[in-house]
């Protein structure tokens, strides 16, 4: 018997990994987490999961997604993707926190209309591009 909002199944209560990850929201796609499990970055409770890897409730996910560390305990095994207040209450997270963003440019940011560079601004864009690479 198949539970109609959000497609979990009652009888058993396990739903495929590579389904729960994008049910709730923690790879993009479906596709994404199957390539995911495919390429070793996701377990269930430390063993190496599959994308066909049954997952439970109580089950503890520890997947690397998009070049983050996810680590997880499940708490509602869901196939249909839901929003994400409900997705939420889907699982409990102890993941570490994100590593913080670097917000300065990459490169010169120039004025827009401002003309050709000068030579001096040239210089002062070599020397940035310079210093970046180190």
């Given amino acids: 018997m198949i539970d109609t909002d959000h497609g979990t199944d009652a009888g058993t209560g396990t739903v495929r990994i590579d389904q729960w990850l994008a049910a709730v929201r923690i790879s993009k796609t479906r596709t994404d987490a199957a390539a995911a499990c495919r390429g070793g970055h996701v377990t269930i409770n430390g063993k190496v999961a599959k994308p066909a890897s049954p997952v439970q409730v109580g089950d503890r996910v520890e997947a690397r997604i998009n070049q983050r560390e996810r680590i997880v305990d499940v708490r509602r095994a869901i196939t249909k ?4 207040a409900v997705a939420a209450d889907c699982f409990d ?10 917000l300065r440019p990459l490169f010169a940011v120039r004025d827009r209309g401002s003309g050709r560079p000068t030579k001096r601004d040239r210089r002062k864009t070599d020397q940035l591009r310079r210093t970046h690479r180190r």
Wanted: cysteine-free; charged content about 35%.
């Fill in 93 to 102: 997270d102890h993941s570490p926190a994100p590593p913080e963003r670097d």
């Fill in 81 to 84: 993707r839901v929003g994400a």
